[in-house]
């Protein structure tokens, strides 16, 4: 008698659109390739996990995405993928505690999607959206980015070591927010596999309480309205996300590998 494998939506062999998570996930490593790629980096694909790295100060764009749950031979060919070098690791399941192999819990950030629709923000007066379209353009949205966030280790980067000018070329979309004329916020967004992933958000103290935030969302799920957006966020910025008609669905797992 043969035993026939029931579907789980992990598979390797599933079809990428199964599941909305499972599409997210796609996105996310289809992005952290890309970042790598442009920039002349390195990329790991195999069963189960997509790795990138590339030479940046930011650690979250040297990431591990996980596309099924953890096992020990995919976490041995991450490591020696990242050996001698700074990653992070993202996993949509809980994993066994690594601490005792080097990695670094991070924290569990919520993935929250909303449903395709327009999102309708009013504009605070003196608001402005504007699309980072030349590498001068990338270089300052990396400075917001690191001084917003903050990463402490890429201030003072050297211009386009975070988006090289080839991601221009990919589906990576990143805004720039101001306020009276004054750039002050940056935004990014990720499309593929039907899913707008809302991918980076950071603001200056000085942009921060004047609804620049807010229009940064909706520029983004308004880009394509008739598909799901979604993100991973912090419980700080949750609240504003479920303002805006996002539902936390579950938390993840970061780990980072110093």
């Known amino acids: 008698m043969?035993?026939?494998?029931?579907?789980?939506?992990?598979f390797p062999e599933t079809p990428i659109e199964d599941n909305l998570l499972r599409r997210y996930l796609h996105n996310q490593a289809d992005l952290s390739a890309a970042l790598a790629e442009t920039a002349g980096g390195e990329v790991l694909r195999r069963p189960g996990v997509v790795g990138s790295w590339y030479d940046t100060k930011v650690v979250f764009n040297s990431m591990a995405v996980l596309t099924s749950p953890l096992t020990s031979d995919v976490l041995d060919e991450v490591e020696a993928f990242y050996s001698g070098r700074s990653a992070t690791m993202l996993s949509a399941w809980p994993t066994e505690d690594l601490s005792d192999r080097g990695w670094v819990l991070m924290g569990h950030p919520m993935f929250v999607v909303r449903a395709p629709g327009q999102l309708a923000v009013p504009s605070p007066p003196g608001v402005t959206i504007d699309i980072?379209?030349?590498?001068?353009?990338l270089a300052l949205a990396e400075r917001l980015a690191c001084e917003g966030y903050p990463v402490p280790d890429a201030i003072g980067a050297a211009p386009n070591s975070v988006y090289a000018e080839a991601t221009l070329q990919t589906p990576l979309l990143v805004r720039l927010g101001n306020v009276d004329g004054v750039p002050v916020s940056v935004a990014a967004s990720y499309l593929a596999h039907d899913v707008v992933n809302l991918c980076l958000a950071a603001t200056l103290p000085s942009g921060r309480r004047r609804g620049v935030?807010?229009?940064?969302?909706?520029?983004?799920?308004?880009?394509?309205?008739?598909?799901?957006?979604?993100?991973?966020?912090?419980?700080?910025?949750?609240?504003?996300?479920?303002k805006l008609g996002f539902l936390p669905m579950q938390r993840m797992t970061m780990w980072l590998r110093p």
């Open 2 to 10: 043969t035993t026939q494998l029931l579907e789980t939506g992990w």
């Open 213 to 242: 935030w807010a229009q940064l969302v909706a520029a983004r799920v308004n880009d394509e309205a008739h598909l799901p957006s979604a993100a991973i966020t912090s419980d700080d910025s949750r609240p504003g996300f479920t």
């Open 132 to 137: 980072a379209c030349t590498a001068e353009e």
